[in-house]
């Protein structure tokens, strides 16, 4: 029964977590919430398959990830469309961000591919270690490493943290145009 | 209020299963030290803001069920 209260408890405890992260995920909240809801009833279905001891977080957000490449995977099949899913998710943003404060960051997360939004919010922002975002993600810690710092890099040109470096040829370019043209 | 989700319709082949590991090369520049910390200040607080949102109910009823239909195996 003890334990039975600690893995209910440590199930309770991941729902803010795991919702956070779906919501970063798929930029939608509703189909967010149906993530947790399923990953809830997933992890109820298989505790068998859970091994005490271990993080009851890490292995919920696995199974939610799971299930979040399963249907993403289903969706590019129906729509036979590579950008579909990329397009569904940025389809739902305007609506979803009146709800809230954080909107600019929350598309700015969907313009970058899913691996690196992944990778990004376990660690810079759920605070998992990389080594643990590995194991979430299937990948190994050179891959996340590289994919959080792709992720970073392009997350502060997308909130104008830094300047944008495709625009410096271009302006090199006018410049030297103009310069040219008023010879 | 929340949809019956599909996911409880496929299979859990992928629960406990580990992924299939790919590699890539790591070859990106490093952000400024203060770009990055505001990076990682702004990540934080919005994170922090998706997480004090209210639980929805439906969620905690998935686990109260869970705990009543174990009591009501347990009485028999």
Redesign the interface.
Known sequence: MTA?LSV?QA??DA???L??FA??LSGNI?YA??????????G???LD?FQPGTSMQAWLFT?LR??FY??MRRRRREVEDADGAMAERLAVMPEQSAR???SD??AALAELSIEQCEA??LV???GVSYEEAAQI????L??I???I??A??R??EL?D??PNEDIGPDRLVRATLLMHASM | MLTTPKVTQRKLGDVGERPVVRSELPRQPALPPGVAACLGDRLRAYYAHLMNDPVPDSFIRILEARDGTRSANDDR
Do not use: H
């Open positions: 039975d209910r199930m309770l729902i803010p977590r919702r956070a919501i970063s509703t919430d149906d993530l947790v809801q399923g990953t809830l009833l997933r109820l279905e298989n398959k199974i799971n299930q399963t249907d809230l404060d954080f960051m929350l990004l919010v810079a922002a759920e993600c299937g990948t190994n050179g891959t490493k590289s994919r710092n792709r970073r890099t997350l502060a909130l943290l830094v």
